[in-house]
């Protein structure tokens, strides 16, 4: 006996990508790695930071897995890890968060984000976050069905134009979104920018989720503020950071959230339904790094990247690229208008076929018809591989 087949027009498929998915494509970060991985180049383009880990951090994982740390974690982490983080956040900025019920060991400072998002979020919600802006935290948002509000800032300082920020809000808005110290652009946001944030914030009622995973990484006079300390702000600030960057484990996908517990629980609970808990040995490792590491260790961090800053600089510059100055983080914006190409993704290829050097295109930082004369280059590699990037560049 034969079944006739349902019948189904040809443009009622049900075998179709989602709303979502025809938008998306691999991000301009990877892709970029990717041709110059098959290019044989150096790679300034992904913020890879390949400087060595620390032995501590090092020799404290590989003890875990020997002693049998290999199976799940709690869905919020070992209870190490969640101290030591605690202890870093008051130690840092007097913050006081509960081990217990305040802390979320993330898969990443981006799986801290995803989770406070599905929590926190719902589709059509407008967050506002400022541009340049980092692409992940873009596609993220829209994964969600819910809809990124670039506020610009003014090249090449990148200032915040309060007016514009608060022109902004509409009666969708529910959070805003600050990276600080900033991808791509190094922006480390003053005490009085974040003044006006929190201002915005606490008069329309709105969540801030706050990215400083280079919390560490300042140069000359900057400083990281914490926003959450600021008043009135703890019970409303998400605080997403990590330790791919101050410890260079960026394929360990550690990081951790810290915020008021009334918000916690939904965040540990879609973290676990998308990750089930962060790679359980590696915890011990980042443990291991909070505890024992001495301050010096940071300061040392910071310097050891304001060197690599200057030298990326004086190349750019040399090669007729003049960059923005970074105040934090460990990327450059360099103005690429010389550069054969009409676009900044045509203008990296061209800079990689020439040099040997990948970056990223500036575009992948702003909204359509922005950027394009900009390529980010980052400067968080070893001295011989830097080095090499900027005598390469030199040859311009």
């Known amino acids: 006996m034969t079944h006739s087949p349902a019948h189904h027009s040809p443009t009622a498929s049900r075998l179709a990508l989602s709303e979502l998915a025809p938008g998306a494509m691999q991000s301009e970060i990877r892709a970029m790695s990717v041709e110059c991985e098959r290019l044989g180049g150096i790679n300034l383009a992904q913020g ?36 030591a983080i605690a202890a870093k956040q008051l130690r840092d900025y007097g913050l006081r968060y509960d081990p217990e019920t305040e802390v979320l060991v993330a898969s990443g400072a981006t799986g801290g984000l995803h989770a406070a998002a599905m929590a926190l979020l719902n589709p059509g ?61 190094g922006k480390v946001f003053t005490r009085a920018e974040l003044e006006a944030i929190a201002d915005a914030a606490r008069e329309h009622d709105l969540f801030v989720f706050t990215d400083e995973i280079y919390e560490y990484f300042v140069y000359d006079d900057a400083e990281h503020i914490a926003i959450a300390t600021l008043e009135g702000m703890r019970e409303r600030t998400i ?30 609970y879609f973290h676990d339904l998308t990750y089930v808990c962060a790679p359980s040995a590696l915890q011990h490792g980042a443990a291991a790094g909070l505890e024992q590491l001495p301050p010096q260790f940071y300061t040392k961090l910071a310097s050891d990247h304001q060197s690599k800053r200057e030298r990326m600089l004086s190349a750019l510059r040399d090669a ?6 970074p105040a934090g983080a460990y990327y450059v914006l360099a103005r690429a208008a010389h550069l054969p190409g009409e676009t900044a993704a045509q203008k990296a290829r061209a800079l ?19 950027g394009e004369d900009l390529l980010r280059f980052c400067f968080a590699k070893t001295d011989r591989d830097l080095d090499e990037a900027c005598a390469r560049l030199r040859k311009l």
């Open 239 to 268: 605080v997403m950071s990590g330790f791919s960057k101050t410890f260079s484990v960026t394929g360990w996908r550690l990081g951790y959230v810290t915020a008021a517990a009334q918000w916690m629980g939904a965040l540990g």
């Open 125 to 185: 919600d407008e967050v506002l976050l400022f541009e340049p802006f980092y692409g992940y935290h873009v596609s993220t948002l829209k994964s969600m069905r819910v809809k990124p509000v670039p506020v610009p800032l003014a090249a090449p300082e990148w200032m915040l134009d309060v007016d514009a920020l608060r022109a902004a809000i509409t009666p969708r808005t529910r959070a805003i979104l600050v990276n600080t110290p900033a991808n791509p652009s």
């Open 48 to 83: 890879v930071c390949d400087t060595p880990v620390p032995e501590i951090v090092e020799a404290a994982a590989i003890t875990a897995i020997k002693a049998g740390h290999n199976i799940y974690t709690r869905l919020d982490g070992i209870t190490r890890l969640r101290n």
């Open 352 to 370: 990689l076929a020439a040099t040997g050097v990948a970056a990223v295109a500036g575009s992948a930082f702003f909204r359509p018809g922005r």
């Open 320 to 325: 007729g690229m003049e960059p923005s100055v």
